[in-house]
Nanobody, 123 residues
Framework: QVQLVESGGGLVQAGGSLRLSCAASGRTFSRYTMGWFRQPPGKERELVAVIRWTDGSRYYADSVKGRFFISRDNAKNMASLQMNSLKPEDTAVYYC????????????????WGQGTQVTVSS
């Protein structure tokens, strides 16, 4: 079992930055691929970024590429999402998730989820 707790959300003006953190406890964190998802109001959940446990390789959705950066610190059981140049369309509830798979695709392939943290970007 893995427990995930997100923090760092809030209200920020367009162009600003936020750093989300995901604290993990339980099983071996270093063997989980970590993903960040978001769900904008009234829309479907979407994948934002992934960092794989096998080689640390990363994936970003096109909408955030070049603005967001995902990282992990296995010694601290922590994953983070640095979000820069925020836009109003980045407004969403952000979730971190953990998967034992090296290449999880859909959200259904993630076994553990945090409770989410709200990010609101004002124009």
């Amino acid at each position: 079992q893995v427990q995930l707790v997100e923090s760092g959300g809030g209200l920020v003006q367009a162009g600003g930055s936020l750093r989300l953190s995901c604290a993990a406890s339980g099983r071996t964190f270093s063997r989980y691929t970590m993903g960040w998802f978001r769900q904008p109001p009234g829309k479907e959940r979407e994948l934002v970024a992934v960092i794989r446990w096998t080689d640390g390789s990363r994936y970003y959705a096109d909408s955030v590429k070049g603005r967001f950066f995902i990282s992990r610190d296995n010694a601290k059981n922590m994953a983070s999402l640095q979000m820069n140049s925020l836009k109003p369309e980045d407004t969403a509830v952000y979730y971190c998730a953990a998967s034992p798979r090296a290449y999880p695709g859909l959200g259904s392939q993630y076994d553990y989820w945090g409770q989410g943290t709200q990010v609101t970007v004002s124009s």
